[in-house]
C-alpha cells in the first residue's frame, strides 16, 4: 500500500498523467460554461428590464400625444363659437379614440356625487373672483365673510383694511413672509395664499379633483383626506370660482362702423338716440307702438339694466325678446360698478349655465328662485338670451340680478385624462382656453397627473388586461362604438 502510494506520488511529480489533465480541463471548461450562461441570463434580464422601460417610455409618449390632440380638440370645439357655450352633442367628451389611445374630458355633476360628469366647462358659469363683491364672495359654500374680506384685500389696489380683511400686516408675520399681492388673481389656486384659504376650502373632500366621492374621501379618518364619512362629497368652492370670465368689447369684432349696421354693436338704452333705438325696434314693433317705447325709454333713464328697462318701459315678452340680445345698459357715470372698462365686461355670470350653487350667491337669489331659473331656462325654445330671467322671477328679484348676469361665454376649461390604448400609462391636465380671438388661446395649463387615475379603475384594468379600446368604451358607456 505504502509503495505504491509513494510510487504513485513520484509519477505524479515527474510526468503529468493525461486522464486528470483531461479533467481539469473539463472543470475548467464548465466553469466557463457556468461563467457565460450567468452572463446571458445577466444580460437577457437587463434586456428585459429594458424592453419594459422602453415599453413605459413609449406609452408614456403616446399619453403625451392624445393630451396634445386632446388640447387641439378642445381649441376647435370653442373656436368661432361667438359667445355660445359648446353643446354635449357636438363635443363628446366621455372616451374619445384618437390614435393609439383614449381621452376624457371630466368635469363634476353637482346633482349627483357618484356620477361622473363629461365635459368643456364654460368659466362665465361661475363667479369672478377678481370682479365679485363682499356680499356675492360670502355667499359660496365654506367661505365667510372674513374670508370674502381677506380676498377684496388681497386683490384691491389699496393698503386700507377691509373689516374683516387682511392686508400685508398679516401676511408679513407668516412663517414664510410675503406680501399682500394688491392686484387681480390670475389663477384660481392662488387664492390658497390668501388668510384662511385652506386646502379643504378649496377642494373640500374632493382631494382628487374628479368631482366624484371617492372611497377615501367618504372613510372619516381611515385614509387621507379626512372628510365626515355622510355619505356626500362636500365640495369646495374651485370648481365654482374662476378669474378668467371676460366678454370682448361690445362691437370690437366688427368692423363696420357701428351706428349704420345692424349687427354686432349692442345699443346702450341709457345713452343711444331715439334713432338708435328706432333702429333696434322697427323690425318687430309697430309704427305707433315704436314711438311709444322711444318715449318711455327717454322720460324714465336711467336704466339699471336691461331687465330693468323691459319692467318700467312695459313691454311685453315677445316684444322684448326680439330684441333684448341688441340692448345694453351701461351705467349712466360709468364710473360705478368697478367691472366695465371701455365696454369690456368682466366677472358677468352665465345664466344659462350656472349651476345652482352660483346662483344661490347672487342677490335675492334662494332655493325657490335658483329653482325657477333652472326650470325656466330648460324651456328656451331657441336663443332668448337673459330675457328669460324676466318670466322666471318677479320684477324685483330679476332687476337685482340683472347687471350681473350675460348670455354669453368666451372662457372654457377642460380637465383631460388621457391613456395610451394598452393602459401603459395616463396623464391629466388641466387647461383654461380663451375664445375671444380666433384661434382661441391656451391662458392656463397644469399637470394634475400626480393626483391619480380618477376615473374608474376598470377602465385601466381592462386596457392592461389587452382589451380592445372599443370594447372598454362600449362597457363603459353603453353605447356602441363600432
Ligand atoms: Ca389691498
Ligand atoms: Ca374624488
Ligand atoms: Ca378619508
Ligand atoms: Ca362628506
Not at 390632440?69 to 363635443?91: F, H, K, M, S
Not at 349627483?112 to 377678481?130: L, M, P, T, W
Amino acid at each position: 500500500m505504502m509503495t505504491r502510494d509513494l510510487q504513485n506520488g513520484d509519477s505524479m511529480r515527474h510526468v503529468p498523467q493525461p486522464r486528470l489533465r483531461a479533467g481539469a480541463i473539463l472543470i475548467l471548461t464548465l466553469w466557463i460554461l457556468v461563467v457565460l450562461t450567468g452572463m446571458v441570463l445577466v444580460l437577457a434580464r437587463s434586456m428585459r428590464v429594458e424592453g419594459a422601460r422602453s415599453a413605459n417610455y413609449a406609452a408614456v409618449q403616446r399619453a403625451i400625444g392624445i393630451e396634445q390632440g386632446a388640447i387641439q380638440y378642445v381649441l376647435a370645439c370653442v373656436d368661432g363659437l361667438e359667445g355660445a357655450v359648446p353643446t354635449e352633442a357636438n363635443t363628446p367628451a366621455n372616451g374619445v379614440m384618437v390614435g393609439n389611445g383614449l381621452f376624457w374630458i371630466i368635469r363634476p355633476d353637482f346633482d349627483d356625487n357618484e356620477r361622473q360628469g363629461y365635459g368643456i366647462v364654460d368659466e362665465a358659469s361661475k363667479i369672478n373672483i377678481n370682479y365679485a363683491g363682499v356680499d356675492v364672495l360670502m355667499m359660496l359654500p365654506r367661505l365667510l365673510g372674513e374670508d370674502a374680506a381677506a380676498i377684496i384685500d388681497w386683490r384691491d389696489s389699496d393698503i386700507s383694511l377691509t373689516p374683516g380683511g387682511a392686508e400685508s400686516e398679516f401676511y408679513l408675520t407668516l412663517p414664510d413672509a410675503y406680501q399682500c399681492k394688491n392686484g387681480p388673481l390670475e389663477t384660481v389656486e392662488e387664492l390658497l395664499l390668501i388668510r384662511g384659504m385652506l386646502p379643504e376650502v378649496l377642494y373640500g373632500e374632493d382631494t382628487n379633483r374628479n368631482g366624484v366621492l371617492d372611497e377615501n374621501e367618504n372613510d372619516a379618518d381611515e385614509s387621507y383626506p379626512p372628510d365626515n364619512n355622510d355619505g356626500t362629497l362636500d365640495r369646495g368652492v374651485y370648481d365654482l370660482v374662476t378669474v378668467y370670465s371676460s366678454e370682448p368689447a361690445a362691437g370690437a369684432s366688427g368692423e363696420e362702423s357701428g351706428e349704420a349696421s345692424s349687427g354686432s354693436q349692442p345699443v346702450d338704452v341709457n345713452s343711444a338716440s331715439p334713432n338708435q333705438l328706432r333702429q333696434v325696434f322697427e323690425a318687430s314693433l309697430s309704427a305707433n307702438r315704436l314711438e311709444e317705447i322711444v318715449a318711455r325709454t327717454w322720460t324714465l333713464r336711467p336704466f339699471k339694466n336691461v331687465l330693468d328697462f323691459y319692467f318700467r318701459t312695459k313691454l311685453t315678452y315677445d316684444e322684448f325678446k326680439a330684441f333684448a340680445n341688441r340692448l345694453t345698459a351701461n351705467p349712466p357715470s360709468s364710473g360705478r360698478g368697478g367691472s366695465s372698462s371701455s365696454n369690456v365686461k368682466r366677472g358677468l355670470i352665465n345664466i344659462n349655465t350656472a349651476s345652482r350653487d352660483v346662483l344661490l350667491c347672487l342677490p335675492g337669489i334662494g332655493d325657490p328662485e335658483a329653482g325657477a331659473i333652472i326650470q325656466r331656462r330648460a324651456d328656451q325654445t331657441a336663443d332668448e338670451g337673459i330675457a328669460w330671467v324676466v318670466e322666471a322671477l318677479p320684477e324685483e328679484r330679476a332687476v337685482a340680478i340683472g347687471s350681473f348676469i350675460t348670455s354669453r361665454s368666451y372662457q372654457f376649461s377642460a380637465d383631460i385624462v388621457s391613456v395610451s390604448g394598452n393602459g401603459r400609462a395616463f396623464r391629466r391636465c388641466r387647461i383654461v382656453v380663451d375664445a375671444r380671438e380666433s384661434p382661441p388661446r391656451v391662458v392656463y395649463r397644469r399637470d394634475l397627473t400626480s393626483l391619480g387615475w380618477p376615473l374608474d379603475l376598470e377602465i385601466m384594468d381592462a386596457l392592461r388586461a389587452g382589451a380592445a379600446m372599443e370594447d372598454v368604451l362600449e362597457e363603459t358607456t353603453g353605447l356602441e362604438v363600432r
